[in-house]
Nanobody, 123 residues
Framework: QVQLVESGGGLVQPGGSLRLSCAASGSFFSINAMGWYQQAPGKQRELVATITSGGTTNYVDSVKGRFTISMDNAKNTVYLQMNSLKPEDTAVYYC?????????????????WGQGTQVTVSS
């Protein structure tokens, strides 16, 4: 079984900062990549940023220069540092992990989601 536990959401004023964390635990061989997605009310879940185990990052254009994704491989934890927050960043943020798991003598990849953490940017 695999669990993703998120923390760090909350209410912040425009221009403020928040740091989200997501820790993966359970039965898996290694992490291929982890990422963060956002889902605003009435909208589909959208990619915010991803990072591979080798450190390659990818960001949606709207957060470039404001958000930074990082990963602590030893702790199986991904972080999202969010600076210069805007009201349009308000959403539930979900952690995603693409993990390598072992089944008998073979390996496979599987994706998992966290429970989501609310980020509200408002004055």
């Amino acid at each position: 079984q695999v669990q993703l536990v998120e923390s760090g959401g909350g209410l912040v004023q425009p221009g403020g900062s928040l740091r989200l964390s997501c820790a993966a635990s359970g039965s898996f061989f290694s992490i291929n990549a982890m990422g963060w997605y956002q889902q605003a009310p009435g909208k589909q879940r959208e990619l915010v940023a991803t990072i591979t185990s080798g450190g390659t990052t990818n960001y949606v254009d709207s957060v470039k220069g404001r958000f930074t994704i990082s990963m602590d491989n030893a702790k199986n934890t991904v972080y999202l540092q969010m600076n210069s927050l805007k009201p349009e960043d308000t959403a539930v943020y979900y952690c995603n992990a693409n993990l390598k798991r072992r089944s008998f003598s073979s390996y496979y990849s599987a994706a998992y989601w966290g429970q989501g953490t609310q980020v509200t940017v408002s004055s």
